[in-house]
């Protein structure tokens, strides 16, 4: 699946409005470089938002070593596919108030082209943009609904970044947040203003997300549920109860919350570990009841001569429980130098089920701003991610079964490592193009194939 084209909208409106961000000094932001990083102005004051953006990633890979593949493989022939997605933002305010403000959010989206190899064969695959279906087209459609109510404590108000998601320029400082209809968890969960944006920021599905976290949504990325925030100074508390998918990253969601559903609870602390920087920490936990299948099951059943081939949708039952938990931080080290690390960890015994296959990972990587050859805004950045499957899961590969990602038939194991580098160039207003470079070694966890190399051209336009 492919998860929502997360786009760090906050950056951009605090680069609009003048205020410090992370990386570029006051007078830097005053430029007419740093000031301008949309086609066209956003009012801070009206009831409206109004914005959109496009991103266009193209990336080939050449031919790597394969003795086998399957279905579910990464091609080792070379190969190249270009991705393209479309986003219109609109928002409304009914009333100000900043202490009980309420948005309306309503988002349409376009998604077309396609991924390497149909978006299989990688546990942590190359293009976040890419919808795992293809088949679905690049018709329009709704991907968020969502009503925004702020529950304000305090008449202590600070400054908030006015975007897409949130139109208010100033909010509580204790306060609840609350939100129902159609969203994408990453817009609210495991955020990291290093590596979260496929747009501008890293392109791999593991490095922009915790990639153990099986989170609730669809093929394209979005669910339906609800969402409850508890604000403060420097902590946040949030909780989410969302829909689950019917099958295994599909299109159709099961609206039966009783039987299927995701639930996710976040920890945030804005502390630093460095006196007069800025950073934040935050932890993750999950637990997703669906109509699974059970790994082990399917081994069973395939080697004792009940299925012929190894099949986990044969062994799915309702009541099914996957859980997990994850560790995101981000850290300022200089005025324009910041890290980031994640740690993400699953039971594994049951079947991946929204996200992608994977039940370990461990990540760490950094950017640096381009103040230094006087371009304020391009960013250069460099992750390392290591993906991991349970015992289970891997005979199961190595049986000859197939996920929804990943199958190359049979499996001699080893940890899917990713390296992964961009440097995103600001040539004018909301234009940006960026490089980036992929590293793969065990493909698909397969030590007998790769390592790949894949390359990327991006071009992003907000507007």
Same mark, same amino acid.
């Given at each position: 699946?492919?998860?929502?084209?997360? /786009?760090?909208?906050?950056?951009?409106?605090?680069?609009?409005?003048?205020?410090?961000?992370?990386? +570029?000094?006051?007078?830097?932001?005053? =430029?007419?470089?740093?000031?301008?990083?949309?086609?066209?102005?956003?009012?801070?004051?009206?009831?409206?938002?109004?914005?959109?953006?496009?991103?266009?990633?193209?990336?080939?890979?050449?031919?790597?070593?394969?003795?086998?593949?399957?279905?579910?493989?990464?091609?080792?022939?070379?190969?190249?596919?270009?991705?393209?997605?479309?986003?219109?933002?609109?928002?409304?305010?009914?009333?100000?108030?900043?202490? %009980?403000?309420?948005?309306?959010? &309503?988002?349409?989206?376009?998604?077309?082209?396609?991924? @390497?190899?149909?978006?299989?064969?990688? !546990?942590?695959?190359?293009?976040?943009?890419?919808?795992?279906?293809?088949?679905?087209?690049?018709?329009?459609?709704?991907?968020?609904?969502?009503?925004?109510?702020?529950?304000? @404590?305090?008449?202590?108000?600070?400054?908030?970044?006015?975007?897409? %998601?949130?139109?208010?320029?100033? !909010?509580?400082?204790?306060?609840?947040?609350?939100? +129902?209809?159609?969203?994408?968890?990453?817009?609210?969960?495991?955020?990291?203003?290093?590596?979260?944006?496929? *747009?501008?920021?890293?392109?791999?599905?593991? &490095?922009?997300?915790?990639?153990?976290?099986?989170?609730?949504?669809?093929?394209?990325?979005?669910?339906?549920?609800?969402?409850?925030?508890?604000?403060?100074?420097?902590?946040?508390?949030?909780?989410?109860?969302? !829909?689950?998918?019917? &099958?295994?990253?599909?299109?159709?969601?099961?609206?039966? #919350?009783?039987?299927?559903?995701?639930?996710?609870?976040?920890?945030?602390?804005?502390?630093?570990?460095?006196?007069?920087?800025?950073?934040?920490?935050? +932890? #993750?936990?999950?637990?997703?009841?669906?109509?699974?299948?059970?790994?082990?099951?399917?081994?069973?059943?395939?080697?004792?001569?009940?299925?012929? =081939?190894?099949?986990?949708?044969?062994?799915? *039952?309702?009541?099914?429980?996957?859980?997990?938990?994850?560790?995101?931080?981000? /850290?300022?080290?200089?005025?324009?130098?910041?890290?980031?690390?994640?740690?993400?960890?699953?039971?594994?015994?049951?079947?991946?089920?929204?996200?992608?296959?994977?039940?370990?990972?461990?990540?760490?990587?950094?950017?640096?701003?381009?103040?230094?050859?006087?371009?304020?805004?391009?960013?250069?950045?460099?992750?390392?991610?290591?993906?991991?499957?349970?015992?289970? *899961?891997?005979?199961? @590969?190595?049986?000859?079964?197939?996920?929804?990602?990943?199958?190359?038939?049979?499996?001699?194991?080893?940890?899917?490592?990713?390296?992964?580098?961009?440097?995103?160039? *600001?040539?004018?207003?909301?234009? %940006? %193009?960026?490089?980036?470079?992929?590293?793969?070694?065990?493909?698909?966890?397969?030590?007998?194939?790769?390592?790949?190399?894949?390359?990327?051209?991006? =071009?992003?336009?907000?507007?």
């Amino acid at each position: 699946m492919a998860p929502e084209p997360r /786009q760090t909208m906050a950056f951009l409106a605090s680069q609009n409005r003048g205020s410090s961000v992370s990386g +570029i000094s006051p007078e830097e932001q005053q =430029t007419s470089e740093a000031a301008n990083v949309t086609m066209f102005p956003h009012t801070l004051t009206g009831p409206y938002w109004i914005s959109g953006q496009a991103n266009i990633i193209f990336q080939a890979h050449p031919g790597f070593h394969s003795p086998y593949e399957s279905v579910n493989s990464l091609r080792n022939g070379g190969e190249y596919k270009t991705s393209m997605i479309g986003t219109l933002f609109l928002g409304y305010q009914p009333h100000r108030n900043a202490r %009980f403000n309420t948005d309306f959010i &309503v988002d349409f989206e376009s998604a077309g082209g396609r991924g @390497l190899s149909q978006a299989l064969g990688l !546990a942590g695959f190359t293009n976040l943009d890419v919808v795992r279906n293809p088949n679905l087209g690049s018709k329009p459609y709704l991907a968020r609904g969502v009503i925004h109510q702020t529950f304000g @404590l305090t008449h202590e108000m600070t400054e908030v970044d006015r975007g897409p %998601f949130s139109l208010a320029t100033q !909010a509580p400082v204790r306060r609840f947040e609350f939100r +129902i209809g159609k969203m994408s968890l990453p817009d609210i969960f495991d955020l990291n203003s290093i590596g979260s944006d496929s *747009h501008l920021q890293f392109t791999n599905w593991t &490095v922009d997300n915790n990639g153990a976290w099986d989170y609730a949504a669809d093929t394209r990325g979005y669910t339906v549920g609800s969402t409850l925030e508890y604000d403060d100074r420097n902590w946040s508390l949030r909780y989410g109860l969302f !829909a689950m998918p019917v &099958v295994a990253n599909g299109i159709d969601l099961d609206w039966a #919350l009783s039987r299927a559903r995701g639930q996710n609870v976040e920890f945030e602390l804005r502390h630093s570990f460095i006196a007069g920087r800025k950073g934040t920490t935050r +932890i #993750l936990s999950f637990v997703n009841n669906a109509h699974m299948g059970s790994y082990r099951e399917a081994n069973n059943a395939y080697l004792n001569g009940t299925d012929a =081939t190894p099949d986990i949708t044969k062994h799915a *039952h309702f009541g099914a429980v996957k859980y997990g938990f994850g560790w995101n931080n981000e /850290q300022e080290i200089t005025e324009n130098f910041r890290v980031f690390s994640r740690f993400g960890w699953n039971e594994g015994q049951h079947e991946s089920y929204a996200y992608t296959e994977v039940d370990q990972t461990v990540e760490l990587g950094s950017d640096y701003a381009g103040v230094r050859w006087h371009r304020p805004v391009d960013r250069i950045g460099l992750a390392f991610v290591s993906n991991a499957i349970k015992k289970d *899961h891997q005979n199961y @590969l190595a049986l000859g079964g197939h996920g929804f990602i990943l199958g190359d038939g049979r499996l001699h194991y080893g940890r899917e490592t990713i390296e992964e580098a961009y440097y995103t160039y *600001h040539a004018w207003r909301g234009l %940006f %193009f960026s490089l980036d470079l992929q590293h793969v070694n065990n493909p698909g966890y397969n030590s007998d194939r790769g390592p790949v190399w894949v390359a990327g051209v991006r =071009t992003h336009v907000d507007f």
